[in-house]
């Protein structure tokens, strides 16, 4: 019998990340190929299949073996029609067919995920989350992605937009505005973006006076989040500063979550949380003074583990379940 391969599509804004998947959710071969944002995106999805096929003819591999594919894109999802509701930064008009403009392009059956979804079926299926049913996983990055998972089901939500853990509210009547039109979003605090802003702002406004957080921002013209946490190892105080705030307000919003939710386990993946346990251990901190006890103790906090592949996992996983 020959074996059935899935294939998985994680949808960036600026890189497609794609991957063939076997049934057991192990990754065969994996690639990218920049995402053409030109003439509000129209090449996308016809760009999409061709490398699939190209990289099929490569392997001498044929179209038959595929069973489907499973796609995260950002934003939110119209799941009974396969569309996105907006994409700003994908310059797809709102509610864009994705869907349908795959399954023509590829003549494969597709399904559409958001991202930040996909990311949590992926720790769920081969990752920090396998083997447990009720996970709450938070993605650190540009931005903060959520995906949030009952009884082994992804929550959706009536709109598409359950898990927007990055737009949980920290700072009410005031903080940072964000890119979603609110304001004090955690999205503004505790992603790679949020924590270069706190910096930058206490630098303008002469908070930071010596150390060498400071020095390497003279030095360099700018910092980076990783600069904050390489610092904070150090024992720099302003940089320590920094990585207890936004450990405050993550912490606190992780267990808010998890007081509503109880979840087996809590996964912290993207950019910022190779940070490691200088971030973790505070966040744990902050989350066991802000959960319910039984919360508290029967939550488990874990740093993600598959990475970049965890988008085209969990969408193989997409593609392999569907018809569930």
Known sequence: MTEKWLVGVDLGGTTTKLAFINTDGEILYKWEIP??????????????????????????????????????????VNY????????PNLAWEDNYPLKDMMERQTLLPTVIEN????????????????????????????????????NGEIIQGVMGAAGEIGHVTSIPNGGAPC???????????????????????????GNLQSGKLLNTFQREGKITAKDVFDCAR???????????????????????????????????????????????????????????????KSTEISVATLGNDAGVIGA????KNRNR
């Open 35 to 76: 995402t053409d944002n030109c003439e509000k995106g129209k090449n996308i999805t016809k760009h999409i299949a061709e490398s699939i096929e190209l990289q099929l003819a490569k392997l001498d591999k044929k179209i038959e073996m595929m069973t489907g594919i499973g796609m995260g894109a950002p934003g939110p």
């Open 80 to 87: 009974e029609a396969g569309m996105l509701y907006n994409t």
């Open 115 to 150: 991202d930040a979804n996909c990311a949590a079926l992926g720790e769920m299926w081969k990752g920090a989350g396998e083997g447990y049913n009720n996970l709450v996983c938070v993605t650190l990055g540009t931005g903060v992605g959520g995906g949030v998972i009952a």
């Open 179 to 205: 890119n979603c039109g609110k304001t004090g979003c955690l999205e503004t605090i505790a992603s790679a973006t949020g924590i270069v802003r706190i910096v930058t702002e206490k630098f303008t406004n």
């Open 234 to 296: 150090t024992g720099d105080a302003a940089a320590l500063a920094v990585v207890e705030e936004v450990a405050f307000h993550l912490g606190m919003a992780l267990a808010n979550i998890a007081n509503t939710l109880n979840p087996d386990k809590i996964i912290i993946g993207g950019g910022v949380s190779r940070a490691g346990d200088i971030l973790v251990n505070k966040v744990e901190e902050y989350f066991g003074k802000y959960a319910f006890p039984r919360v508290k």
């Open 316 to 319: 193989a996983w997409l593609a």
